[in-house]
């Protein structure tokens, strides 16, 4: 189901995730960024608007379709710990005091 108002304040808060990632100069700057970081917040909000919509569920399908996210969520969560573990211990092996000198060592023409 479509919500036009919900897409028109998508565009908006699209517009002030740029915003926030190019910052305009000066005090204008300023007060622009204090506004665009409602964008994140809003674009969560809508996303569980939309996740858990409930018109035609029974409460069993509701509990087991919250299971089911919250599972892929806890994977996800686990996943990414694992990753960013492995690249700690990577750069801390390695003797890297950044992420940035590990990945330039790694791309050096000598390592490929």
Not at 82 to 106: C, H, K, N, P, R
Request: hydrophobic letters at 50%; one cysteine or more.
């Amino acid at each position: 189901m479509r919500n036009i108002s919900l897409d028109v304040v998508k565009i908006i808060m699209a517009f002030f995730v740029v915003c926030l990632h190019m910052p305009f100069p000066g005090e204008l700057g300023t007060y622009v960024l204090i506004i665009a970081r409602i964008a994140v917040p809003c674009f969560f909000l809508i996303s569980g608007f939309f996740s858990y919509q409930t018109a035609n569920l029974s409460k069993e399908d509701l509990q087991t379709k919250r299971k089911n996210k919250i599972k892929k969520l806890i994977l996800y969560v686990i996943g990414f710990d694992a990753f960013y573990a492995l690249v700690f211990l990577v750069q801390y092996w390695s003797g890297m005091e950044t992420f940035g000198q590990l990945f330039d060592q790694i791309s050096h023409p000598k390592f490929l």
